[in-house]
């Protein structure tokens, strides 16, 4: 089979998405299919390279041009509509690749969409975010709360204050037309969890969709600790409470602050994560912040650690911070928002409580910190459940996903 994944930004750009369609690409030429990225041209990157069996085209357009849309000039984001100069590099692209799938990932689609008829490949979009509902992407209304749906002027305010009035405008305004562009052009979606497919309404549309999450390498826990040295000496002795992720409020990181300050002689607090411009200025006691870790020295803290926690505010679409935990035999006490709930079960590996509820929190926390035996036994079990979140099982779908789509079968209802 013929692939051609379509995404913004692909590795030596680092990040969540970017290392799943990574993972993905490769995975997919191991198993012996023709795989090729067509993503953006970015700082310090080449046009042409092939990594690990993926053939990599990386173009240009003319937004990425303009330098003072990005704040960051190492991540310049695709638009979300086409874009002329970028439609013609994917055409060259298309013609040289001739893909079976073209398989999306964010708003490069925009500029695959109007040579999809003339490519004759079918279509699949994976949605790891709100994207074709929610301007911003995420669900998130001023930074501060869940919204409660769109309004345009509601979505102009928003979204000016997140992009700035330069983007922000033409983003809005382009949501609704592309969203109804993007749902008439894709043949199959694939939503990370079935709170992205609510929050783009995916149940209303008449194009077939299967919920397919995020994955972790079936090895992700087992990593040798060479050359670790230096970052697991900075950790405290083992049996901590540990949180990874963006150190943000949207992450939920003074809740979590908050509920562990209630808690009575509690072990260490470790967060691990990268700087925000929102994050905590100041530390209750015992508190042990860690920033910018590589992965592998991650996977070695969730070995150490004795409860996981993901108590994020916002509606995270799959966090994969949930699997790896899980697939370290960590109990996972998480909000019960977004995809949250389609990881962790309730009572079984874990806790879910309610997203901004500091009582509910400390209380899910000290329970598991009491209770040794219990903590065991939903490691076990997220263990086992942490299985359908491997690369062995969720390419697979994908692969079945992609036979299906040339054999024409999906329907609205069977997926």
Not at 16 to 42: D, Y
Not at 173 to 185: I, N, S
Request: charged content about 20%; glycine content about 8%; proline content about 8%.
């Amino acid at each position: 089979m013929r692939i051609l994944m379509v995404t913004d930004l692909y590795p030596p750009v680092i990040g969540g998405l970017e290392l799943h369609v990574q993972n993905l690409s490769t995975e997919l030429a191991v198993r012996g299919h023709k795989v090729s990225v067509v993503t953006l041209l970015q700082e310090d990157t080449v046009a042409r390279e092939q990594v690990r069996g993926v053939n990599i085209r990386r173009v240009t357009g003319t937004a990425q041009r303009l330098s003072r849309l990005f704040s960051d000039k190492k991540r310049r984001y695709a638009a979300p509509f086409p874009d002329p100069e970028t439609v013609r590099a994917i055409r060259r692209i298309v013609e040289e690749v001739k893909p079976d799938i073209v398989h999306a990932h964010n708003w490069l689609v925009q500029s695959f969409l109007p040579l999809k008829p003339w490519s004759r490949a079918k279509l699949a979009m994976t949605l790891h975010d709100y994207s074709i509902a929610c301007p911003r992407r995420d669900l998130y209304y001023h930074d501060r709360v869940v919204c409660s749906g769109p309004g345009l002027r509601k979505c102009l305010d928003c979204g000016t204050e997140h992009y700035g009035v330069l983007k922000g405008v033409p983003i809005v305004l382009a949501t609704g037309p592309v969203g109804m562009a993007t749902r008439a052009g894709v043949d199959a979606f694939f939503p990370v969890s079935h709170a992205v497919a609510r929050g783009n309404r995916l149940e209303s549309s008449k194009t077939p969709y299967e919920v397919i999450p995020n994955f972790v390498p079936d090895d992700v826990a087992q990593v040798s600790e060479d050359g670790l040295e230096s970052y697991l000496a900075q950790l405290p002795p083992d049996g901590y409470v540990l949180f990874v992720g963006a150190l943000g409020q949207h992450k939920g990181v003074p809740i979590l602050l908050s509920a562990y300050e209630q808690l009575s002689d509690p072990p260490p607090l470790v967060l691990i994560g990268a700087s925000r411009h929102d994050e905590p200025l100041t530390l209750p006691p015992n508190v042990w912040l860690l920033k910018n870790w590589p992965h592998r020295a991650v996977m070695a803290a969730w070995r150490r650690s004795a409860i996981a926690v993901v108590p994020s505010v916002w509606s995270e679409p799959c966090p994969t911070v949930a699997m790896e935990a899980m697939a370290s035999g960590r109990p996972v006490v998480a909000s019960r928002v977004g995809g949250l709930p389609d990881l962790v079960d309730d009572e079984v590996t874990g806790r879910l409580v309610e997203p901004g509820d500091v009582e509910g929190l400390r209380e899910a926390l000290a329970g598991l910190l009491a209770n040794e035996q219990r903590r065991s036994q939903m490691g076990q079990a997220g263990l086992r459940k942490v299985e359908a979140f491997q690369a062995s099982t969720v390419v697979t779908r994908i692969e079945a996903a992609y036979r299906s789509l040339l054999d024409g079968s999906p329907s609205l209802g069977q997926w």
